[in-house]
């Protein structure tokens, strides 16, 4: 059965500092993953989508790896701002699923950006 | 406007009631799906629909079920809400690469 986790739960940094949010599944046989970003009672935001053949993805400051070998992946967010604060979920697909759509997340790391 | 809507924002109920959430989509996807956000739980699939005459339960299904009225919209109902139903509810579409946009959330609370 897959499962998601999300180490460390919370991070605080100050403004400008480079950081690294990791995400850690069981099940290596993953169709994608994708990295969300969710502010205090709101929705999830898409950050990145990466597929299985992919190793890496770019978004501005963002940018996702993942290694499907050790079962993990990176989102590594540049230059933090205190916009960036909030709650960063990974996603994969279930077991035994490849293009179902469904989706198995992570707790989630909440990250605050001091100014 | 937003790709994915959500009504209503915010319901508050008594226990037994029947309620219907509301999901509407503007992004062209087939597949749309219904979650449930609870503190320390995370996010958990409640239903999904592959197109209008494919719907399928997913992890947390009991008490709910799930109506696709056309391909642009998908509501989930209690038929008898319950205290512990008392959660943030989020619709969801994905398209043909499974990249998936949520909707803004349903807080809904059963007294």
């Known amino acids: 059965k897959q499962e998601v986790t999300q180490i460390p739960a919370a991070l605080s940094v100050p403004e400008g500092e480079n950081l690294v949010l990791n995400c850690s599944f069981t099940?290596?046989?993953?169709?994608?993953l994708q990295w969300f970003r969710q502010d205090p009672g709101k929705g999830l935001t898409s950050l990145l989508l990466?597929?299985?053949?992919?190793r890496e993805q770019t978004s501005g400051r963002l940018n996702a790896s993942l290694d499907k070998s050790s079962g993990r992946s990176t989102l590594y967010i540049a230059a933090s701002q205190p916009g960036d604060s909030a709650t960063y979920l990974c996603?994969?697909?279930?077991?035994?699923?490849?293009?179902?759509?469904?989706?198995?997340f992570g707790q989630g790391t909440t990250l605050q950006v001091k100014p | 406007d937003a790709d994915v809507t959500q009504t209503p924002r915010n319901r508050i109920t008594k226990t037994g009631k029947r309620i219907m959430l509301e999901c509407s989509q503007t992004?062209?996807?087939?597949?749309m799906y219904w979650y449930r956000q609870d503190p320390g739980l995370g996010l958990r699939l409640i239903y999904y629909?592959?197109?209008?005459?494919?719907?399928n339960k997913g992890e947390i299904s009991d008490g709910y079920s799930v109506s696709r009225q056309a391909q642009a919209k998908f509501s989930l109902s209690l038929e008898s809400a319950i205290p512990n139903q008392t959660a943030l509810y989020f619709c969801?579409?994905?398209?043909?690469?499974?990249?998936?946009?949520f909707g803004p959330g349903t807080r809904l609370t059963v007294l």
């Open positions: 969801a579409t994905s398209d043909r690469h499974n990249e998936q946009f």
């Open positions: 099940d290596s046989a993953i169709y994608n």
């Open positions: 990466i597929q299985s053949s992919q």
């Open positions: 996603a994969v697909p279930p077991s035994g699923s490849s293009n179902t759509g469904k989706l198995i």
């Open positions: 992004k062209g996807h087939d597949r």
């Open positions: 629909s592959f197109d209008v005459k494919d719907i």
